[in-house]
């Protein structure tokens, strides 16, 4: 195997991933811990200046570090991560002060064709379903596929809400969802097996500015209920921080 | 000069580069061009830095006109080139005079295709790449009429008497196949497949027709996860092969999602990724382990080649006043600022 543990003050496991990635897991066992470990070590990687290095993509416990193979080797990227994780371990993994993000969301109908499914599932009603949705203050914990969308831990739910068995071909833009322990917000319209109990009338995505969503890892968000007739006076209104 | 060229037959084509290397980190795939060695090569050939836009070709035939003089070279997949209705070389400099068609047909034994452009093309970019998205709708759209600026034009370079193609560089092109021998790496979730792990290697799998650019699905013997744990989602690498149902193997190319919560059992090395991104359904895949030192030598090798290819055509151009090699008139003055 191609594991290899770290003698770093944070438990790390450093695993191939073909010529031109590599896999970095933290394994404090601290949920919380894991993730600022990995957010924080993606941020000096990307600001390091490392010849070859194109990124670095960081999720819950791990996370991924792209590289050229040609002007570097994952012999040099795992040396510059152990470097990273030294200098981590030195300053401490403090992320950037969080900005908060508020949500307008038509709950239920054909804006969230799957609310009574998930309502039934949890063995609640509707109502109660979408205040337990707006009642939390989210944290953003990666972006993820499509298109930078924003990876929450999920709503107090009873239990976790299984995918849908025939994944949709499309979800529209803007589709507010939950799966298994998390919640998600469509940026782009895309394929998509989550459950869809809402629709925010916020673009997410602008394509024309430079990174494509205006949150980073750690903003928080929360949602707000807004009535189906209010949906079209947020037309081409972008999500942006709160001031 | 600025020239251009206007799309007569679009097939399946799109202006692209080698990809958005900074896109994974915000959540958007790489893409670009699948076969990235033919594409870097058909630049180097065209004489523009490797990783400039150009056309990418899928299966089916194309056609363009030249509006002005302009020199291209076509890689990828064979096929048959003619310009102005004269059969020309694939895999070397090619001159277009204005007013002559370009045209591509009958890709075959491969998938894709690259058609360069010296000067290359004027196009927008998002984080530092013309390649198209299409989920965040950004790219080029080429359809019939289709105008590309390019920046350059280039003066005809044929034979004084015979207007026959003057170079003839005699370049060693890439094999291509209908079974492909794909060189993989142990992937990090690579145990969570016990024994049938193995069944990788033993198995000839066959290319899907719900293949694309996002990845490749193969039939076949199917290894099997040993564990019912759930994964939390991370980010995969291009190459990662997965077993995401019992009916296919999928191997994740440019295109793929950035994050997943399959295990990644193994890892399709870059250099054969390029020879995946030229199979077509139908064709046959074996799969073979290699190292990560030993594929890390073996793309190396591979852009060494390059290297020697890029020399070779600035020696070339620059003796014949091809703008190939350091432009040094257009750089901006040093400033003290």
Redesign the interface.
């Known amino acids: 195997?191609?594991?290899s543990a770290i003698a770093s003050r944070t438990a790390l496991e450093i695993?191939?991933?073909?010529?031109?990635?590599l896999?970095v897991v933290a394994q404090s066992g601290d949920a919380e811990a894991d993730w600022a470990t990995v957010h924080s070590l993606?941020g000096w990687l990307?600001t390091a200046g490392i010849e070859g290095l194109?990124?670095?993509?960081?999720?819950?416990?791990?996370?991924?570090v792209?590289f050229?193979?040609?002007l570097t080797?994952?012999r040099q990227v795992r040396a510059f991560v152990l470097l990273g994780m030294r200098q981590l371990d030195f300053t401490g993994t403090s992320l950037r002060e969080p900005r908060r993000f508020e949500v307008p969301v038509v709950y239920g109908g054909e804006y969230g064709p799957d609310l009574g499914r998930v309502a039934e599932h949890q063995g609640l009603d509707v109502e109660d379903i979408i205040a337990r949705h707006t009642a939390k203050t989210y944290v953003i914990r990666?972006?993820?596929?499509?298109?930078?969308?924003p990876?929450m831990d999920g709503p107090e739910f009873p239990v976790p809400v299984p995918r849908l068995k025939d994944p949709r071909l499309s979800v529209p833009a803007g589709a507010v969802s939950v799966a298994?322990r998390q919640a998600v917000i469509a940026?782009?319209a895309?394929p998509g097996g989550w459950c869809v109990i809402g629709q925010t009338p916020l673009s997410v995505?602008d394509?024309s500015r430079?990174?494509?969503?205006p949150y980073v890892p750690g903003d928080q968000l929360r949602f707000y209920r807004i009535p189906e007739e209010d949906f079209g006076s947020f037309a081409g209104q972008f999500l942006k921080a709160r001031p | 000069m600025t020239g251009s060229l206007v799309i007569l037959q679009p097939g399946h084509s799109v202006v692209t580069d080698l990809g958005r290397?900074?896109g994974?980190?915000?959540?958007?795939?790489?893409n670009g061009a699948l076969d990235q060695y033919s594409a870097k090569a058909a630049n180097i050939l065209a004489g523009n830095e490797e990783n400039e836009p150009l056309l990418e070709l899928t299966a089916l035939d194309f056609r363009m006109r030249a509006t002005t003089d302009l020199l291209i070279a076509v890689s990828g997949a064979p096929l048959d080139l003619t310009v102005g209705g004269r059969e020309c070389p694939q895999w070397e400099p090619v001159s277009v005079r204005a007013g002559e068609v370009v045209a591509v047909r009958g890709i075959r034994t491969g998938l894709r295709a690259y058609i360069a452009v010296h000067g290359s093309f004027t196009v927008p970019r998002?984080?530092g790449s013309c390649a198209p998205?299409t989920?965040?709708?950004?790219g080029v759209k080429l359809v019939q009429g289709s105008e590309l600026e390019t920046r350059k034009t280039t003066a005809p370079i044929t034979h004084p008497y015979f207007g026959l193609p003057l170079f003839r560089l005699g370049l060693t092109k890439p094999t291509f196949t209908t079974n492909p021998v794909i060189d993989v790496?142990?992937?990090?979730d690579?145990?969570e497949f016990g024994d049938t792990a193995d069944l990788l290697f033993t198995t000839q799998y066959t290319v899907s027709p719900r293949s694309n650019h996002i990845g490749l699905r193969l039939g076949g013997a199917l290894p099997e996860r040993q564990l019912t744990s759930?994964v939390?989602?991370?980010?995969?690498?291009?190459?990662?092969i997965e077993v995401p149902s019992r009916e296919e193997l999928l191997v994740l190319h440019r295109g793929r999602?950035?994050?997943?919560g399959y295990p990644?059992m193994a890892?399709?090395?870059?250099r054969s990724l390029d020879l995946l991104a030229q199979a077509r359904p139908g064709h046959t895949v074996t799969f073979r382990k290699t190292t990560?030192a030993e594929?890390?030598a073996t793309?190396?090798a591979a852009?060494l080649e390059l290297d020697r290819l890029r020399i070779t055509i600035r020696t070339v151009f620059g003796l014949l006043g091809i703008g190939a090699g350091e432009r040094w008139h257009e750089l901006s003055p040093a400033s003290g600022a």
Not at chain 1, 142 to 149: K, T
Not at chain 2, 24 to 30: I, K
Not at chain 2, 257 to 260: E, L, P
């Open positions: 195997m191609s594991a695993y191939e991933s073909g010529d031109a990635a896999r993606a990307a194109h990124g670095a993509v960081p999720t819950y416990d791990s996370v991924l792209e050229d193979p040609y080797s994952a990666c972006l993820g596929a499509p298109a930078g969308s990876m298994g940026p782009a895309a995505l394509v430079e990174p494509l969503v | 290397t900074q994974p980190a915000f959540g958007l795939p790489v998002l984080l998205d989920v965040v709708g950004f790496t142990d992937g990090p690579v145990a759930e939390l989602s991370r980010g995969v690498p291009v190459g990662a999602g950035v994050t997943a990644v890892v399709v090395t870059s990560v594929a890390t793309h190396r852009c």
